[in-house]
């Protein structure tokens, strides 16, 4: 797993050991990026779930403003912080232990892209997902990555669902505000 474009290109990147991390696969990564390539420049980014902080670096590496980086296990958090040191990114990152709805409740920060990669079948987005588009920046974008049969919210609020894509194993669902929202 390494670092594929920008500042940081060409990084290995740790993930923690175990079973409790799922890194997402270079591949559904590379896709992600190439879906929100034009938006990455100078957002604020969220990864929820982070995990081993791939996304999130990638897309500070890309030239995104902030990162935080949330995750409930503390190797985790760990593997994260060593991954932002060696990639030079820590200055520009935020990295929490905690859940993600704790967070979500008490952030009051506002997100131009948020990346959502939790544990497979525990239906956890459909919990999180009104919560998630509150934190949202105008204009911004919601990407879940599920497992390829799990069932998603069509949106809710002023987001919804305007694209899914497959990849092995994976489904990416991409959210974006409406229009009319946009321009209130």
Do not use: W
Request: aromatic share 8%.
């Amino acid at each position: 797993m390494r670092v594929t474009t920008g500042l940081a290109r060409g990084r290995n990147l740790e993930a923690p050991q175990g079973l409790d991390t799922r890194p997402s696969s270079d591949m559904t990564k590379q896709a992600v990026f190439n879906i929100i390539q034009n938006y990455v420049e100078g957002a604020v980014f969220l990864d929820l779930f982070a995990g081993s902080g791939q996304m999130g670096i990638e897309a500070l590496s890309r030239g995104a403003k902030t990162a935080v980086f949330i995750d409930n296990s503390p190797k985790a958090i760990e593997v994260i912080k060593a991954n932002l040191k060696h990639c030079g990114l820590m200055e520009q990152a935020r990295v929490a232990q905690m859940d993600a709805q704790s967070f979500l409740q008490g952030s009051g920060q506002k997100f131009d892209i948020v990346f959502l990669d939790p544990p497979y079948q525990k239906q956890i987005i459909h919990q999180l997902f009104e919560q998630v588009v509150a934190c949202m920046a105008p204009g911004g974008i919601i990407v879940c990555e599920t497992e390829r049969n799990e069932e998603l919210p069509e949106g809710t609020g002023s987001y919804t669902e305007i694209k899914t894509y497959l990849y092995g194993k994976a489904k990416v669902t991409v959210y974006r505000q409406s229009n009319e929202q946009e321009d209130e």
